[in-house]
């Protein structure tokens, strides 16, 4: 007669849940950079396999293709960014301490550099892009908002709120494609070197 299998307990399921989560997390990291750096067309799921020192075969595991992990990837950059953007409002006092607590956010989670918005149009799951393209939007109106704070508040100068929104997070999103550890850069030194860059054509006071 079979012996009936004892189901595991809630703890050990537990467990297993979140070495998944943290092993998503490494795959999600890793191929955010190399999209960002190589582009979604020419990266493939064995550049990500490499990078992780891993099969193509345990990928699957994760993710069904390239393409769904793609969408992951805008996924968890924007879950994060709409987080900071939450505790940047909540912290700062002024427009520009908002918008500097939030860029540093963005460096911390290892965001600042989201999948480059060129790449949204290769999500083949037209609700799911059409969801994620709204909250970028929805992100991008925070960002101006906080520069439109800063210049009422007067800790920033007169400027196009719009076109400098679109200036400072487009060059942020273009770190990851020169930005490389293996080679010994510095992330935290490079955003503090960027947002003194920043400041400095805000004409902050």
């Known amino acids: 007669m079979a012996r009936t299998r004892k189901p595991a307990s809630p703890a050990w399921d537990k467990a297993k849940s ?14 955010d950079m190399l999209f960002a750096r190589k582009g979604f067309a020419s990266t493939s799921l064995e550049d990500v396999a490499s990078r ?6 345990a990928l699957y595991h994760y993710v069904k293709n390239k393409n769904e992990l793609l969408q992951l990837c805008y996924q968890r950059s924007l879950d994060r960014t709409e987080e900071y953007y939450a505790e940047a409002d909540e912290t700062g006092k002024t427009g520009l301490e908002k918008l500097t607590r939030y860029l540093r956010l963005d460096a911390e989670g290892g965001v600042i550099s989201m999948t480059p918005l060129s790449e ?24 101006q908002e906080f520069i439109e704070e ?39 030194d490079i955003v503090e070197h960027f947002i003194d860059f920043c400041m400095q054509g805000l004409n902050c006071n």
């Not at 979140?18 to 191929?31: N, P, V």
């Not at 992780?52 to 075969?57: D, G, M, V």
């Open 18 to 31: 979140e070495l998944m989560r943290m092993k998503l997390e490494a795959i999600l990291t890793e191929a």
């Open 52 to 57: 992780l020192n891993i099969t193509k075969t």
């Open 120 to 143: 949204l149009e290769a999500i083949k799951n037209q609700r799911a892009r059409k969801e994620l393209t709204e909250r970028i939007n929805a992100c991008e109106v925070k960002f």
């Open 150 to 188: 800063g210049i009422t508040d007067g800790s920033i100068g007169k400027c196009d709120p719009a076109m400098t929104t679109r200036f400072i997070l487009g060059a942020s999103r273009s770190i990851l494609q020169w930005y490389d550890p293996d080679r010994g850069d510095d992330l935290e």
